[in-house]
């Protein structure tokens, strides 16, 4: 079987983790409210409606004086940690691309709510840091002066920049950082009201066999191209109900094998990522006997 | 002649010996004896002991044991013991010298020929003794050296859903998860550009592998085209059984061997007329077959062991693998001189692991090895007896929370996420999205080495049902001015957590039924009567009774909303 998704957004994932469980509404998810609170705390409704944008290339952002690690996929978003030169992680940047604007401002809401402290968080407008359409600072340090992480939206997009070590020798700041990476999404352009997110293709997702013998290997025959026509970055998951075992790495050949480890049905699921944060996924059943 | 015990005795002169194997078929096809006889008789001063009929020398202790007897006499026999090769060549001498009369003599041929393993193959085992008068007797007796080896062990158990596969979550420093191979927990075969499955290219006997230690990362090998694969051909992954149950390995036997000049060859055997059988003993009992079956090259035998532990715990299991041979029909084994050591990690656990609904991936395929390995540390620094679900809650958040005992620091060196230890006001890093990245929080804290309350419930119950703790709930309660609590790396007790304020707007912890009793890792409540004072008392949050926790907690009521557990990445 082959079935083509695309991945459920990070707010809602988000809001399905922080609904509560309350067996008198059979299944129905009680409001959270903690997020409701927060919500009117921070004038969530009053958020600028920024433009959505096709995405963002992470990876191709350049902080002075640090090293940008791989971009990492991973529920919810992405991410990327930036090093100097002594290999110290310094900043983390996490990232979601979502489908809509309310999702992003949901996401956004959902960082500063779980936030432990009493203390209402200021907006980086009052500290007159430009960030996106709306951000919110988290200030840290023992003095409580440094920029700690500060999250916010540019239309469709939610990033996260945090400080890995406020206090540490040679820690960073965040505000130029956070300046930069706005300015680039800011001068972004606008998707056109009403158009999907561009996501990378699947062209092609199939394996040799549908049933392999566990400790042997199928070849898989994919290609998936990222939205700028060259080839995207590619992740496989291995799981499914009843669920065999493997793993999928590239031969001396270059080809991509499935090694079969565990017998039992799996669904091998093939994700393509895009530079631009935006993912499409592909899966196939097979068999481990 | 004569046979006894697979011998075949003969007085006569050497000239006149015969030499024939002690399977029937090789006695119906060897010559009868000829020549004149020496002597009167074999009865008379040299009878035949326990002798190996099969040998493999690249077994730990592998080689020939020749036994024999030697009647009363007031002077020394002469003896020699040889080993011939199937042209009739000498090829050893395992002894020559004097032997009492009256007694069994026992020697040991090591199987080695010219300091190099003998090749599988057919031998004769000649003893020749000769009496104060001259007398001369002689026994034969056909041997069989095989290469005996295990290519790959595969763990399962008695019972289905009684074994798990364990579960890694990083590959040469990057992040991917990979569960132990189901097929072969148990791997020793040729690598690229070696001959044999059981020997290296020099002839000796791969060694077995060791139980692989690391905790985050599986076995990699580097291919010399580049890049990074996970290792296929030689690996002992630890293993996860649910306490109680019976395990059941599924050996594969290996199909060639090096020979002396360094060529592939086989491993001769199954020997005709003969079974061979394996079992396995330990510190526990027993491994054997319900159904013993003679083994052959590549052949597959399943063997059952002892129970393993009733409680919870971390075991290191060598296991001594002995061969045992018999004639086609016997009810009685003889033993194979010899043994092949493995060595493998059992990890127990209470109940089958719990997961969030709807996850799918690797990382479900079974406990992961990091967390069974700090339970087990945990709970042997804090002198815990995993017994119960009771015990494995206590262990686990004592040692979460950790700074005490020889657990200086919590898990993973982590700090609350306050300003003291230059936080931020305690923002979520590990576990705020539906999802928490316990890979990253288990790497050294690599998305910083804050923590909120967030991170630490869903850290500790995704932790806890991963180790088979059923029912887990995370717990959100709502804002709280506090009492006195130790936040989790902190130096102490403190009233002001916020620097000006000491209040939760929220707070997450854990609980297995509900909120009647509840489990926070993330700080401790003072338990030292007065709880709204400095210094406090350590009051660790295992199973809490709700009550409790809110009254030492905070003050006034405190909200509840239960959550599901979030997925693990």
Same mark, same amino acid.
């Not at chain 2, 290996?254 to 001769?268: E, F, K």
């Given at each position: 079987?082959?079935?083509?998704?695309?991945?459920?957004?990070?707010?809602?994932?988000?809001?399905?983790?922080?609904?509560?469980?309350?067996?008198?509404?059979?299944?129905?998810?009680?409001?959270?409210?903690?997020?409701?609170?927060?919500?009117?705390? /921070?004038?969530?409704?009053?958020?600028?409606?920024?433009?959505?944008?096709?995405?963002?290339?992470?990876?191709?952002?350049?902080?002075?004086?640090?090293?940008?690690?791989?971009?990492?996929?991973?529920?919810?978003?992405?991410?990327?940690?930036?090093?100097?030169?002594?290999?110290?992680?310094?900043?983390?940047?996490?990232?979601?691309?979502?489908?809509?604007?309310?999702?992003?401002?949901?996401?956004?809401?959902?960082?500063?709510?779980?936030?432990?402290?009493?203390?209402?968080?200021?907006?980086?407008?009052?500290?007159?840091?430009?960030?996106?359409?709306?951000? /919110?600072?988290? /200030?840290?340090?023992?003095?409580?002066?440094?920029?700690?992480?500060?999250?916010?939206?540019?239309?469709?997009?939610?990033?996260?920049?945090?400080?890995?070590?406020?206090?540490?020798?040679?820690?960073?700041?965040?505000?130029?950082?956070?300046?930069?990476?706005?300015?680039?999404?800011?001068?972004?352009?606008?998707?056109?009201?009403?158009?999907?997110?561009?996501?990378?293709?699947?062209?092609?997702?199939?394996?040799?066999?549908?049933?392999?013998?566990?400790?042997?290997?199928?070849?898989?025959?994919?290609?998936?191209?990222?939205?700028?026509?060259?080839?995207?970055?590619?992740?496989?998951?291995?799981?499914?109900?009843?669920?065999?075992?493997?793993?999928?790495?590239?031969?001396?050949?270059?080809?991509?094998?499935?090694?079969?480890?565990?017998?039992?049905?799996?669904?091998?699921?093939?994700?393509?990522?895009?530079?631009?944060?935006?993912?499409?996924?592909?899966?196939?059943?097979?068999?481990?006997? | 002649?004569?046979?006894?015990?697979?011998?075949?005795?003969?007085?006569?002169?050497?000239?006149?010996?015969?030499?024939?194997?002690?399977?029937?078929?090789?006695?119906?096809?060897?010559?009868?004896?000829?020549?004149?006889?020496?002597?009167?008789?074999?009865?008379?001063?040299? $009878?035949?002991?326990?002798?190996?009929?099969?040998?493999?020398?690249?077994?730990?202790?592998?080689?020939?044991?020749?036994?024999?007897?030697? *009647?009363?006499?007031?002077?020394?026999?002469?003896?020699?013991?040889?080993?011939?090769?199937?042209?009739?060549?000498?090829?050893?001498?395992?002894?020559?010298?004097?032997?009492?009369?009256?007694?069994?003599?026992?020697?040991?041929?090591?199987?080695?020929?010219?300091?190099?393993?003998?090749?599988?193959?057919?031998?004769?085992?000649?003893?020749?003794?000769?009496?104060?008068?001259?007398?001369?007797?002689?026994?034969?007796?056909?041997?069989?050296?095989?290469?005996?080896?295990?290519?790959?062990?595969?763990?399962?158990?008695?019972?289905?859903?009684?074994?798990?596969?364990?579960?890694?979550?990083?590959?040469?420093?990057?992040?991917?998860?990979?569960?132990?191979?189901?097929?072969?927990?148990?791997?020793?075969?040729?690598?690229?550009?070696?001959?044999?499955?059981?020997?290296?290219?020099?002839?000796?006997?791969?060694?077995?592998?060791?139980?692989?230690?690391?905790?985050?990362?599986?076995?990699?090998?580097?291919?010399?085209?580049?890049?990074?694969?996970?290792?296929?051909?030689?690996?002992?992954?630890?293993?996860?059984?649910?306490?109680?149950?019976?395990?059941?390995?599924?050996? *594969?036997?290996?199909?060639?061997?090096?020979?002396?000049?360094?060529?592939?060859?086989?491993?001769?055997?199954?020997?005709?007329?003969?079974?061979? $059988?394996?079992?396995?003993?330990?510190?526990?009992?027993?491994?054997?077959?319900?159904?013993?079956?003679?083994?052959?090259?590549?052949?597959?035998?399943?063997?059952?062991?002892?129970?393993?532990?009733?409680?919870?715990?971390?075991?290191?299991?060598?296991?001594?693998?002995?061969?045992?041979?018999?004639?086609?029909?016997?009810?009685?084994?003889?033993?194979?001189?010899?043994?092949?050591?493995?060595?493998?990690?059992?990890?127990?656990?209470?109940?089958?692991?719990?997961?969030?609904?709807?996850?799918?991936?690797?990382?479900?395929?079974?406990?992961?090895?990091?967390?069974?390995?700090?339970?087990?540390?945990?709970?042997?620094?804090?002198?815990?007896?995993?017994? *119960?679900?009771?015990?494995?809650?206590?262990?686990?958040?004592?040692?979460?929370?950790?700074?005490?005992?020889?657990?200086?620091?919590?898990?993973?060196?982590?700090?609350?996420?306050?300003?003291?230890?230059?936080?931020?006001?305690?923002?979520?890093?590990?576990?705020?999205?539906?999802?928490?990245?316990?890979?990253?929080?288990?790497?050294?804290?690599?998305?910083?080495?804050?923590?909120?309350?967030?991170?630490?419930?869903?850290?500790?119950?995704?932790?806890?049902?991963?180790?088979?703790?059923?029912?887990?709930?995370?717990?959100?309660?709502?804002?709280?001015?506090?009492?006195?609590?130790?936040?989790?790396?902190?130096?102490?007790?403190?009233?002001?957590?916020?620097?000006?304020?000491?209040?939760?707007?929220?707070?997450?912890?854990?609980?297995?039924?509900?909120?009647?009793?509840?489990?926070?890792?993330?700080?401790?409540?003072?338990?030292?009567?007065?709880?709204?004072?400095?210094?406090?008392?350590?009051?660790?949050?295992?199973?809490?009774?709700?009550?409790?926790?809110?009254?030492?907690?905070?003050?006034?009521?405190?909200? $509840?909303?239960?959550?599901?557990?979030?997925?693990?990445?």
């Amino acid at each position: 079987m082959n079935c083509t998704k695309r991945f459920v957004p990070f707010a809602l994932v988000a809001a399905a983790l922080f609904a509560g469980s309350s067996p008198a509404q059979d299944g129905a998810a009680p409001k959270n409210p903690l997020l409701e609170q927060s919500a009117a705390r /921070y004038g969530m409704a009053e958020w600028p409606q920024g433009a959505r944008r096709a995405g963002f290339a992470l990876g191709e952002i350049d902080l002075p004086g640090l090293t940008g690690k791989a971009v990492e996929f991973h529920a919810g978003g992405v991410s990327r940690r930036f090093e100097d030169a002594k290999g110290v992680g310094r900043v983390l940047v996490e990232l979601a691309v979502n489908e809509t604007v309310a999702e992003s401002h949901a996401a956004l809401l959902t960082h500063i709510a779980y936030v432990q402290s009493t203390k209402t968080l200021p907006t980086a407008a009052e500290r007159s840091i430009r960030a996106g359409d709306v951000g /919110y600072i988290g /200030y840290g340090g023992k003095d409580g002066s440094k920029i700690a992480w500060l999250a916010f939206v540019v239309g469709n997009l939610e990033f996260r920049v945090q400080d890995l070590g406020p206090d540490a020798d040679g820690a960073v700041d965040v505000r130029p950082i956070v300046e930069r990476i706005s300015a680039r999404a800011l001068a972004l352009p606008a998707l056109a009201a009403g158009a999907a997110l561009p996501r990378p293709a699947i062209e092609k997702f199939a394996a040799e066999a549908n049933e392999v013998k566990g400790g042997e290997s199928l070849v898989l025959d994919l290609a998936a191209r990222d939205v700028d026509g060259k080839p995207a970055a590619l992740g496989f998951v291995v799981g499914g109900e009843k669920q065999g075992q493997g793993y999928v790495e590239q031969d001396e050949q270059g080809r991509w094998r499935f090694h079969a480890t565990g017998p039992g049905r799996l669904t091998l699921t093939l994700e393509a990522r895009s530079r631009l944060g935006t993912t499409s996924a592909k899966a196939i059943e097979l068999t481990v006997r | 002649m004569t046979r006894r015990n697979g011998w075949r005795v003969a007085a006569c002169s050497a000239a006149a010996l015969w030499i024939a194997g002690s399977s029937i078929a090789a006695a119906q096809s060897s010559p009868p004896p000829s020549g004149p006889g020496v002597g009167t008789g074999p009865t008379l001063f040299l $009878q035949p002991d326990a002798t190996s009929r099969i040998c493999d020398p690249k077994l730990d202790g592998g080689g020939a044991e020749i036994g024999y007897s030697l *009647t009363a006499s007031h002077k020394p026999y002469q003896v020699v013991v040889t080993v011939l090769d199937s042209l009739g060549n000498v090829v050893a001498t395992p002894f020559q010298g004097p032997r009492l009369g009256g007694a069994s003599h026992h020697h040991f041929w090591d199987a080695k020929i010219g300091g190099l393993w003998a090749d599988p193959g057919t031998y004769t085992i000649r003893v020749v003794a000769t009496d104060w008068r001259g007398s001369v007797r002689t026994l034969d007796r056909e041997l069989t050296v095989v290469r005996l080896g295990i290519k790959s062990i595969a763990a399962g158990s008695t019972v289905a859903n009684n074994e798990w596969q364990t579960v890694y979550f990083r590959k040469n420093g990057n992040y991917a998860f990979y569960a132990t191979p189901a097929t072969n927990e148990w791997l020793s075969r040729a690598e690229t550009g070696d001959l044999s499955e059981l020997d290296l290219n020099n002839g000796d006997p791969r060694p077995a592998p060791a139980i692989w230690n690391k905790t985050d990362e599986p076995a990699l090998e580097f291919p010399p085209g580049g890049g990074v694969n996970y290792e296929n051909d030689w690996h002992n992954y630890p293993l996860c059984y649910r306490v109680g149950a019976v395990p059941e390995f599924t050996i *594969t036997m290996g199909v060639n061997s090096v020979r002396s000049s360094g060529a592939l060859g086989g491993c001769r055997y199954p020997v005709a007329g003969w079974e061979i $059988q394996i079992v396995g003993s330990d510190g526990m009992g027993s491994w054997t077959s319900a159904t013993p079956t003679s083994l052959t090259p590549g052949g597959v035998v399943k063997l059952v062991g002892p129970p393993v532990a009733t409680n919870a715990e971390r075991h290191d299991r060598p296991i001594a693998w002995h061969y045992e041979c018999r004639p086609v029909g016997a009810t009685t084994w003889e033993r194979v001189p010899g043994k092949f050591v493995t060595d493998h990690r059992i990890y127990t656990i209470l109940d089958k692991p719990y997961w969030a609904s709807g996850g799918t991936g690797t990382q479900y395929s079974g406990p992961w090895i990091e967390v069974l390995d700090y339970l087990h540390d945990w709970a042997d620094e804090l002198g815990i007896t995993l017994n *119960t679900s009771d015990d494995v809650v206590e262990a686990l958040v004592k040692g979460y929370f950790g700074q005490q005992g020889n657990l200086l620091t919590a898990i993973e060196d982590v700090h609350y996420d306050c300003p003291s230890e230059g936080g931020d006001g305690g923002a979520t890093h590990y576990g705020g999205t539906g999802t928490v990245h316990l890979s990253k929080f288990l790497n050294n804290h690599d998305l910083g080495q804050y923590v909120n309350c967030t991170d630490c419930a869903t850290t500790t119950a995704v932790m806890l049902s991963m180790l088979g703790t059923p029912s887990l709930e995370l717990d959100q309660l709502g804002s709280m001015q506090l009492r006195a609590i130790w936040g989790i790396g902190c130096d102490d007790y403190t009233l002001d957590l916020w620097g000006g304020s000491h209040g939760f707007s929220y707070h997450h912890i854990i609980t297995r039924d509900h909120g009647v009793n509840i489990s926070d890792a993330c700080l401790c409540v003072d338990e030292d009567g007065n709880p709204d004072a400095t210094p406090g008392t350590p009051g660790y949050n295992n199973d809490r009774d709700w009550n409790n926790y809110e009254a030492l907690l905070a003050h006034g009521n405190v909200s $509840q909303l239960f959550q599901k557990i979030p997925k693990v990445d």
